[in-house]
């Protein structure tokens, strides 16, 4: 199933995060379709919420879009009241993010979860998106480095050579998040260029090449240029941009400018 080939694709995910119900995420995407034009080298992955997915995965033109889930929980099935799992997720996506930092902060997921989760994620046939990035108290202390190469070797821990050819990389400081205060695409990449050191360690050159590492973090229409324009960076992962259809589209003919 690997898929990762040297190529200047690139790739914009929008997290829709806990925001629009069924109804208005289905007139969403529906305005999205209408708005944005399909590149073949630009792949936009959308991820809804839980609710919405069966509707969308319904609805949707998977020559346009693919469908993400926010999150799941690791078991594929049993008694563990209000969880969803990446079994029942199966046919409704195609892809998972995991390890969010407001899944890692916020809920408290352990690197164990995460681990977990991009095993399940795996074991059912969808694309594991995994989530690193530094606080900004880590960051201010230097460790920037050292905390994501410690979430990938955790994170990436029972992966096969194999497999790593459906995982993507997203790098998202967290004081980024939601902030405004998104890194400068120059800094973004230094850390990705360290992500490819990581993955080259543990999986070998052609792996750190050939891993797709996306920088999230505020991304908006006025910055997302910066950051595709990185020979490093394959694209952005973006959260309050992607609710605004108009950024949202900006972002997108950005990234096909970006493969030219
Ligand atoms: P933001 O969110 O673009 O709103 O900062 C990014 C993310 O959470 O992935």
Request: a negative charge.
């Amino acid at each position: 199933m690997a898929n990762n080939t040297k190529d200047n694709d690139k790739i914009v995910i929008g997290n829709w995060k806990m925001n629009l119900n069924v109804q208005e995420s289905s007139l969403y995407l529906n305005k999205l379709a209408n708005l944005i034009q399909t590149h073949r080298d630009v792949k936009v992955i959308l991820a809804p919420s839980m609710i919405a997915l069966q509707t969308l995965s319904l609805q949707v033109n998977y020559h346009e879009f693919k469908l993400a889930a926010q999150n799941f929980y690791w078991r594929d099935e049993g008694a563990f009241t209000g969880e969803v799992s990446a079994t029942q997720l199966r046919g409704l996506v195609q892809y998972a993010l995991i390890g969010h930092s407001e899944r890692r902060h916020v809920f408290a997921e352990s690197d164990k979860d995460i681990r977990n989760k991009v095993q399940a994620a795996l074991r059912n046939g969808i694309k594991p998106i995994l989530c690193v990035g530094e606080t900004e108290w880590e960051r201010n202390e230097g460790e920037t480095e050292d905390i994501v190469r410690d979430q990938l070797v955790s994170g990436l821990a029972n992966v096969t050579s194999e497999d790593l050819g459906d995982i993507m990389i997203a790098y998202e400081p967290v004081s980024a998040i939601g902030t405004g205060d998104n890194s400068m695409p120059s800094d973004a990449e230094a850390v990705i260029v360290s992500i490819r050191k990581t993955i080259k360690r543990l999986f070998g050159a052609k792996a750190g090449d050939d891993i797709k590492v996306l920088y999230g973090g505020s991304v908006t229409s006025a910055t997302a240029g910066g950051y595709l324009l990185k020979p490093n960076i394959d694209g952005v992962l973006v959260g309050g941009a992607s609710l605004e259809s108009n950024q949202f589209n900006e972002i997108v003919e950005q990234a096909y400018e970006a493969t030219r």
